[in-house]
């Protein structure tokens, strides 16, 4: 091949070589390559790196799959194993985990933020405020 050659169609070479290196071997295609082509036997070499990383890769992905299945299958032992609560015991559960006053202080001993001021719209029963009249930001308290 010509050094334009290699050079336009290096992609296509890069496909071929890869296809004949999985089929045949990297050493069997290096035999074949003449000595005196360096560029050709340098892009054999770095093929042959890279299907090397590849299946490397593969078997820790491989590895560390086979070893999440391990731990999953465990914590699956455990969860079939776990009793189902009754609505009684949940129900004891939330009630203690939610506090009634919001003054109670939390388990680090820190008070809960308090609440904003709230503001109200003050409204007479029956009536019906409207909130574009000027007359409505005089029932508004905060």
Request: glycine share 2%; net charge neutral.
């Amino acid at each position: 091949m010509t050094d334009d050659c290699k050079r336009n169609f290096r992609q296509t070479t890069r496909d071929m070589l890869s296809r004949m290196i999985r089929k045949f071997g990297s050493e069997a295609v290096e035999s074949q390559v003449p000595k005196s082509d360096e560029v050709m036997l340098k892009r054999l070499r770095n093929l042959r790196k890279l299907d090397a990383r590849k299946k490397r890769v593969r078997q820790e992905q491989l590895s560390r799959k086979a070893a999440a299945e391990d731990d999953s299958d465990a914590e699956q032992e455990f969860v079939v194993k776990a009793r189902a609560k009754s609505i009684e015991e949940i129900l004891a559960e939330s009630d203690d985990e939610v506090p009634m006053d919001s003054t109670e202080k939390n388990t680090s001993g820190k008070q809960k933020r308090k609440a904003k001021d709230q503001t109200w719209i003050q409204e007479q029963p029956g009536d019906i405020v409207d909130l574009a009249d000027a007359l409505a930001i005089s029932s508004i308290s905060g």
